[in-house]
């Protein structure tokens, strides 16, 4: 297995840092008892476990600095992780750095490449992830409210919803099935309170998909932010079974207790 999944280098991989590193440099590994100190800074080391998956291996972490991943296919420090497949060959170098390995059944020339990037930022000393259009798309598990914008992809169960919006606020809820089909429902801010998402044959848009909630989710337009905002579950605090998961198709901060999940790989970060 080219990944490495051992991780046993951890303590020559910090003293490596260390010699690279100016004292001055604003990625300086924290020294007990100079936390006070201006040379030094700390930053936070992003773990990745990976809690499902059919191939990688359940309970593993993936350690993450801001010079990239720990052990890496790739071995470049520029502060990008890159997840993804590639074929082994012995002419071309690894252009990831951990191996996504799909399933066989869903195999074909979309999941070479990358599949998504982790990345630091040095001014927010924050991560940020990213899908980058290969395999099956990475989506965040919502915990909280969702302020939806134009042309915003969330997937329920096994179906694709994409909203969109228009200068008047009118929201277009397009439900694209396995099949490709699709099915479209428009609203303004004035015809519903709430409007319902499930397979309950009452909900407003009723999506026939054995993985929903009866009730899944909900979009209410907020009149005082003038914004249509999209909530798990009933909206009253009862939340789905499955979830609603978001895609990223914009970098978006990393957060303590996220899941995300990438092709048919589940992970949760903390720092």
């Not at 600095?65 to 790739?74: I, T």
């Not at 709430?194 to 979009?219: P, T, Y």
């Amino acid at each position: 297995i080219p990944n490495n999944n051992e991780h046993n280098n951890n303590n020559n991989e910090e003293q490596k840092l260390k010699e690279q590193l100016h004292p001055l440099h604003p990625f300086i590994l924290s020294t007990p008892g100079k936390e006070n100190d201006t040379n030094y800074h700390t930053y936070p080391l992003l773990l990745l476990e990976i809690i499902n998956s059919w191939m990688l291996p359940k309970g593993l972490t993936l350690k993450i600095n801001p010079f990239g991943l720990e052990n890496s296919l790739r071995s470049v420090k520029d502060g990008i992780t890159y997840f993804g497949f590639q074929e082994e060959t012995e002419t071309i170098p690894y252009y990831v750095d951990y191996l996504i390995i799909p399933d066989e059944q869903d195999y074909d020339d979309k999941f070479i490449g990358r599949h998504f990037q982790i990345s630091f930022e040095n001014a927010s000393n924050k991560y940020y992830i990213k899908d980058l259009g290969y395999g099956l798309g990475t989506f965040i598990k919502m915990m909280v409210d969702l302020k939806i914008s134009d042309k915003h992809l969330i997937k329920i169960g096994d179906t694709d919803v994409v909203f969109s919006l228009s200068e008047d606020n009118e929201i277009k809820i397009t439900v694209v099935s396995d099949n490709d089909n699709f099915d479209e429902y428009e609203y303004t801010p004035g015809d519903k309170e709430m409007i319902s998402i499930g397979r309950d044959i009452d909900c407003d848009v009723c999506i026939e998909d054995n993985m929903l909630s009866r009730l899944h989710c909900v979009v209410k337009f907020n009149k005082e932010e003038e914004c249509w905002e999209l909530k798990d579950g009933n909206g009253f605090g009862k939340k789905s079974t499955n979830g609603t998961w978001v895609y990223v198709n914009e970098s978006t901060m990393i957060e303590e207790g996220m899941i995300f999940k990438a092709n048919h790989n589940l992970f949760t970060c903390s720092f």
